[in-house]
């Protein structure tokens, strides 16, 4: 027994494919779903909105300026500058929606004018039916961002408007409980005088917020302040989501499809066929090439079949986005196809390659999307998402299917996966430059 189990281990030893899926694997997706999920109990991902005030009162500034100091929310109110436009304008309505359907923030928020003549409301929905109520933009996508912004809205009220509020207490109370004393009145008028310094000083931007980072949630469309939600994207869509399911899962099965074929070198090389296929006329520029090509048809056609199945199974909208499918379809597939032969080149066996592949792979899908949305990790693991393949695969199906973006706005992502894919090219044929030597 103890000799089977010295032969065993040593085996285990020598085998470092198999040492790695043993050992290195899951201590790194346990690192990776730790930071991903270790500290959402304490922090909520801040929330990027635009804020657009159309009211320009003392009400509307004082709640902006209370929004701005909000440590939960990432609150602009123009776009960033650039050299071309070193002082960008305000945004408008319009701006602030086409913003949320581009993707750039998930929620806008519109105070409209007249808003700040009757800003806060005790009195439930049935009353001031015809108060303005602020517009709340949002991408139906992203089902958190909405409820925190709306959460932070009615916070950002209660501590920046004290002055209104206490002025509609004070309407409230001698409605429901009686007139106020004259000694009582003079000392709600001395306090109401503070409180409007106070709100003034805040509409200035002069009062620190009394704002701090908080976890709170839910709608909040019936709080102190009235609030009129819509979804200005994927409200026409028939069943969205499933178009982002498709390609996330997608991307991330023919990362292991692309891997898995272009091991084919490996096969080759040990029985002796890659020698002979050198020693004619086909350079290893030509195989890789036209392997590379092989594994790019074959990709994308896995990725059709599975949009078809989301068709037929699930009414994908797929025949009206077919331009936009097959450009990031294809896109899409040479960018894997190149990442498998890269894998291929750089391993000497296919169980090498077999560990290599799966312990890249299920990394780069757990941190760019294909596991879990982005938009729910935290700033530091969304940027670390943008040096996958699957987020920005990910990124272009969605603006295709979910967004109904043209073609043309399809170029960030299409030149990332080309480029990618041949750079990754690139290396593979640099690294298999050991067939030709050997």
Do not use: C
């Not at 000497?348 to 757990?366: C, E, P, W």
């Amino acid at each position: 027994m103890f000799a089977i189990l010295q032969t065993a281990f040593a085996s285990l030893r020598r085998d470092r494919a198999a040492l790695a899926l043993a050992f290195i694997l899951p201590i790194g997706f346990f690192t990776i779903f730790a930071i991903i999920f270790g500290s959402m109990h304490d922090t909520v991902p801040r929330v990027r909105v635009i804020v657009v005030d159309q009211d320009n009162s003392e009400a509307s500034k004082s709640l902006v300026n209370a929004l701005l100091h909000e440590d939960t929310l990432r609150v602009s109110t123009h776009p960033e500058a650039s050299k071309a436009q070193p002082n960008p304008p305000d945004y408008t309505a319009q701006s602030a929606e086409a913003a949320v359907k581009a993707g750039d923030v998930s929620v806008a928020l519109i105070i409209p004018q007249g808003w700040g003549a009757n800003p806060v409301s005790f009195g439930g929905s049935s009353q001031n039916q015809n108060t303005p109520k602020i517009q709340l933009l949002n991408d139906s996508s992203d089902a958190i961002a909405p409820q925190v912004v709306s959460g932070m809205l009615q916070k950002a009220a209660m501590t920046s408007l004290p002055a209104t509020m206490a002025e509609m207490g004070q309407k409230y109370t001698e409605k429901y409980v009686g007139t106020l004393t004259p000694a009582q009145q003079k000392q709600w008028n001395d306090n109401l005088v503070y409180l409007k310094k106070l709100q003034q000083d805040r509409a200035q931007n002069t009062a620190p917020s009394a704002a701090t980072s908080s976890s709170a949630s839910g709608s909040g469309f019936n709080g102190i302040i009235g609030v009129q939600t819509r979804s200005v994207v994927g409200e026409s869509q028939n069943k969205p989501m499933i178009s982002y399911y498709a390609a996330a899962v997608g991307v991330m099965f023919l990362l292991f499809t692309a891997s898995g074929s272009a091991g084919a070198l490996l096969d080759e090389a040990d029985s002796g066929t890659l020698d002979r296929v050198l020693s004619s006329r086909i350079g290893m520029t030509t195989l890789l090439a036209g392997k590379l090509t092989y594994n790019t048809l074959l990709a994308f056609t896995q990725l059709a079949a599975m949009f078809v199945f989301g068709w037929a199974v699930f009414h994908l909208d797929l025949w009206t986005h077919i331009p936009g499918f097959l450009v990031m379809g294809l896109s899409t597939a040479f960018a894997v196809a190149a990442f498998g032969m890269l894998l291929a080149s750089l391993a000497k066996t296919r169980a090498q390659l077999g560990a290599i592949s799966t312990l890249l792979i299920l990394t780069m899908s757990s941190i760019g999307g294909s596991m879990f949305p982005r938009y729910l990790m935290s700033d530091a693991m969304q940027k670390a998402g943008q040096f996958t393949l699957n987020s920005w695969a990910i990124d272009g199906f969605t603006k295709v299917f979910w967004r109904d973006q043209p073609v043309t706005a399809l170029w960030p992502q299409v030149a990332v996966l080309l480029g990618a894919g041949a750079v990754l090219f690139l290396l593979a044929r640099r690294f298999a430059r050991r067939w030709e030597f050997s």
